[in-house]
C-alpha cells in the first residue's frame, strides 16, 4: 500500500504534459470535461488512492468511534453516465460510488431510465458502526478499572431498488424494494442480582420493506397510493465459557459471585404492513393543499433463553445460585396511525395563509411470559412471571401561519400553533401504581419577518414563543422562547457575510422541578470569491454556542433534592482557504464547562492537473481530540492521502 | 382546556371555510396565454444555455406533448418570450431565479408538488416558501453549478451556507460522520417538507427517519421506553454533534437518566411522566453512575420491562 501512496506521491513529477489549468481553466472542471474522447456516450470521471495513516496516539478505540478512517487503497469516487444514441434499452443510465476500500460509508447508486417506458433506480450503503467510549460505558473507570464493556463493531448495509413503470404518463405504476441489515460483535453486559459481567455478544438483525403503488399525475392534481410491507428480525446472542469474575469481585456475604459460563440469545421476528395515501393539488392559481395519510400496524414475536452457570446471588430469595436458566417469550403489536393536511391559501396578492395540521396515534400493547429455574443450594426452584405492558400515545397539532407582504421587500409573518396529546404508560413498579399518564396542552405564539434589499441583503427571523399547561416529562419543552435570525449580506460580487443567531431559553417552574434551560448560538461567517471563486475562494466561519441547564433531581439513595447542573460554552471555528491548486483550512472546536474539550481538524489539499485528463491530488489531514476530565480518551492522528482522478 | 379545544375548533372550521371557499372559486386551469416564440428562438441567443439544459431532465418538456409545452420549453417556466426576442430586453422576460420566493416556488410546484424524490415527497418550498427552489437547484446547470447534488460532500456544502450554526455543530467530536463526507444532511431530512417536525425523513412508512439507518431502535419492543416514542432520539441525544460521548445531552450519561426519572414517589406532583427514581441506587458507587450499564436496553426491551436485557 505504501509503494501505491508513494507512486501517486510523486505522479506529479514525472508528469510531462503542460497542465491543463495552464490555459485557466476552473480548478474543479478541467478540460477533459468539454472534450470527452469517448464520445457523448460515455461521461465521467473515477478517483482512485491511497491513505497513509502514519500515527493514532492515544485512544485507538476513541478514533475509531469518532473519525474511523482507514488505510489502503481506495476508491473515492467514481461517476459515469451513459447515454445509448439509439435507445433501445436505455437513454441514460448513471452510475456514481464514492468510499470504498474499507472505509465507514460506501455508497453506490445507479439510475437506468428510458423516457416513458421505466425509470430504474438502486440504491447501496455500507456503513461502519463503530463504537467503545470507556467514559460512557465503564463504571469503574474512576477507579482505574478500563472494562471492555457496551461496544460494538458492526457493519449497517442498506440497499433500495425501485422500478417506475410508464413514468411520465398520468398513471405511473411503481414497485421498490429495501433491504437493511447489521452484523458484527461486541461487548455488553449480563446482569445478576449483586454484579454485572462484561461478556462478548454478536448482533444480527435485519429489515426487508416491500412496497408497491400507483402514481397519478394531472396538471393540477396529484395522488398516490402506496401499499407496503415489512419484516425484520433482530438476534443478539452473548456468550462466555471461562471464568469472569464481573465488576464487582469483593465478596459478598462471605460469597465472591462470578461467572463460568453463559449461553444467551434473543430472536426476535416481526412484520408490518402499511397503507399510505397522498395528494396534492393546486385546484385554482391561488391555493395549494395536500395531505398524507399513513396506517402501520407492526407486531413481533420474541424469544429469549438464558443459561448461566457460576456463583450468583438471588435478593428476593436471599440465596446463593449456582445454575439459572430464563425462558421468554412475547408478543407485542404497535398499531400506528398518521396524518397531515395542509393548505395554502393566496386570497390578494400580498397574503398567504397557511393551514397545517397532523396527528399521530400510537398504541402499543404487549405480554410476556418468563420462567425461570434455578439451582438454589442444590435443590431446584422454578418460578414463572406473566407481564402486560402498555404504551399509548396521541399527538396532535393544528397550525395557522399568515404572511404578509407589507413592502415589496418586507414579508411579515404571524401564527399561531396548538399542540395536544396524551400518553399511558406501565409506571416503574416502585410507584405502586400500575399505570402512569401524562397529557400534552402547548399554545405557541409565531413571528417574524423577511427582509430583502435587492439581491445584496436578506434577513430571515423566526420567534415562537409559548405557555405549556401540561407537559409529558420533566425535561420537555413548557414555557419557551425560541429566536432564529440569519441574514445575508452581499458586500460586492465577490463578498458575502453571513450572520447567524438562536436562542431557546424553557423553564419549568414547578417547585418539584425548577427546569431552567438556555441555548444560545451565534455565528458570522465570510465568503470571498474574487471572479466567481475561479481562482480563489475563501470562506471562513466563527460560532460561539453556550447551554445552561439546571433542574432539581432526586438523589436516589436519600431521596433529596439536589441541582442537576450542566455548563457548555464552545467556540467552533471553520476556514477554507483555495488558491488555484492549493487548499488549507479546517476546523476548531473548544469548550469550557461540564465537559472541557478540544478537537482540531485541520487540513492542507493540493490539486494539479497532471495529463489531459488527470488530476491529481494529495492531501494531510489531522484529527486531535483533547478531554481534560476524560485523558484516557484523547487521540492524535495524521493522515496522508494522494489519489488520481480520470476524466472521460 | 375548553380554551384549548375552542382554538382547535375555531382553526378547523376556518380552514374547512378557506378550503370551501377555494373549491367553490375554482377556475379551470387557465391555458397559457401570450406570445410565445419557443425554444429555437431562445437557443439563437442563448445556445450555451441551452445546450447545457438539454442534458438536465427537465428537457422532457420540450419533447413532451401530454405536459403541454412541447417546444416551448424554456418558456414553460419563463412565460411568453416573443416581446424579450424582439428586444433583447431583459426586463421582457420573466426570471424565476429573481422573482420572491413564493413566486418562483409555485412555478416549480406546479409540476412538481407532491413529486418522489431519493429524499422524500415534495410537501413544498422550502421554509414555508422562504427559501426558492433556485437557491438549490440550478435549472440550466450553468457555471458547473448542479440541478440536483448527489455526494454528500457536495449536499452539505449547499446546506451550511446558509445552515452554519448547525455545521458547527458537527465540528464536535462526537457527531454524524458529516465532515467526513460519510453522510450528507438529506439523509436525515427532506428540505422539500415533511409532516414530521424539522423536516425529518420519515422511514417504514411513518416512522423517524433516524430508525432508516438505527433500524434495530426500531421494534415494536414488548417494553417501550416512552421517550422513544413521545418525544423522539433528541430527547437525550444531539443528532448534530455533541461533545459529549454518543451525542449525549450531559457529560454524564446518569444526568441524561435522573432529570426524568426523578418524580417524587407516588405523589407524581408535576403530572409527568417518568416514576420515581431507583431508589436502591447508591450513586456514591461508581456503578451506579452508568445507568444503562445494567439497563443496556434503553431504546426498548423484548423481554425485560426493566429495561436490562
Known sequence: MKILATILALLPVFAQDKPASASGAPLQKPPAEAASPAGEWLTGSIEIGDRVIPNIDGSFNTYRSVVNLGEGAKLFNADFTLRDPKHRFFDQADVRASDFGGEPYSSVRVDVRKEKVYRLTADYRNIAYFNFLPSYADPLLTQGVALNENSFDTHLSSTDVQLEILPGHWITPYLAFDHNTQFGRGITVFTTDVNEFPVATQYSNQTNNYRGGLRMDWSRYHFTLEQGGTTYKDDQGASEATANPGNNTAPFLGQTVFLNQLSELYRVRGDSYYTKGLFAASPVSWANISGQFVFSQPTTTTSYNAASNGNFYLSDAAEFFTTGQDILTADAKLPHTSASFNIEIRPFKRLRILEYWMTDRQHNASNALLTENLLLGGSPLTSAQLAADRLAVNYSQQEVDLLYDLLPWLTLKGGYRYQWGDSTVRAPVLTGLALESGNLTRHVGIGGFTLRLGQKLRVIADAEGTTSSEVYFRTSLQNYEKTHIRGTYDLSPSWRVTGDFSLLDNNNPDPSIRSDFSSKMESVSLFWLPKGGKLVNVLADYTRSSVRSDILYLVPQILSPADSSYRENGHTGTAAVSIKWFSFGGSFFKSSGSRPTAYYQPMIRVSVPVYKHMMWNAEWRYYGLNERFYSFENFRSNQLLASIRFFL | ?309
Open chain 2, 1 to 309: 382546556m375548553a380554551a384549548s379545544a375552542g382554538g382547535f375548533y375555531f382553526n378547523s372550521v376556518a380552514g374547512a371555510a378557506f378550503l370551501a371557499w377555494a373549491t367553490c372559486l375554482a377556475a379551470s386551469a387557465a391555458p397559457a396565454s401570450g406570445d410565445y416564440t419557443g425554444s429555437e428562438a431562445c437557443k439563437a441567443c442563448h445556445e450555451e444555455i441551452f445546450n447545457k439544459f438539454q442534458k438536465t431532465p427537465h428537457y422532457a418538456v420540450e419533447s413532451d406533448a401530454r405536459r403541454g409545452w412541447e417546444h416551448n420549453s424554456c418558456e414553460s417556466c419563463h412565460g411568453p418570450g416573443a416581446k424579450h426576442a424582439e428586444s433583447g430586453d431583459a426586463a421582457e422576460i420573466r426570471q424565476p431565479a429573481k422573482l420572491k420566493a413564493p413566486e418562483t416556488d409555485r412555478i416549480c410546484l406546479n409540476c412538481h408538488l407532491n413529486t418522489r424524490t431519493p429524499v422524500g415527497r415534495i410537501a413544498g418550498g422550502h421554509a414555508k416558501d422562504e427559501i426558492p427552489c433556485t437557491t438549490c437547484h440550478s435549472i440550466h446547470e450553468a457555471n458547473g453549478a448542479k440541478l440536483v447534488l448527489h455526494r454528500p460532500a457536495e449536499v452539505n456544502a449547499q446546506c451550511s451556507t446558509c445552515h452554519t450554526s448547525q455545521w458547527a455543530s458537527f465540528q464536535r467530536p462526537y457527531k454524524h460522520r458529516l465532515p467526513e463526507g460519510a453522510m450528507s444532511c438529506v439523509d436525515c431530512h427532506n428540505p422539500h417538507g415533511s409532516f414530521r417536525p424539522e423536516t425529518m425523513r420519515y422511514a417504514f412508512g411513518n416512522e423517524p427517519g433516524c430508525l432508516n439507518c438505527h433500524n434495530d431502535k426500531r421494534g415494536p419492543f414488548t417494553f417501550e421506553h416512552a421517550p422513544m416514542r413521545m418525544e423522539g432520539c433528541t430527547a437525550c441525544h444531539e443528532p448534530h454533534g455533541s461533545a459529549n460521548p454518543r451525542m449525549l445531552a450531559r457529560h454524564e450519561q446518569r444526568l441524561v437518566c435522573l432529570e426524568c426519572h426523578a418524580n417524587l414517589p407516588l405523589l407524581n406532583q408535576a403530572g409527568t411522566i417518568g416514576g420515581v427514581p431507583p431508589a436502591f441506587h447508591d450513586l456514591n458507587s461508581s456503578r451506579f453512575r452508568n445507568c444503562t450499564v445494567c439497563h443496556v436496553k434503553i431504546h426498548g426491551s423484548y423481554v425485560d420491562r426493566a429495561l436490562m436485557r
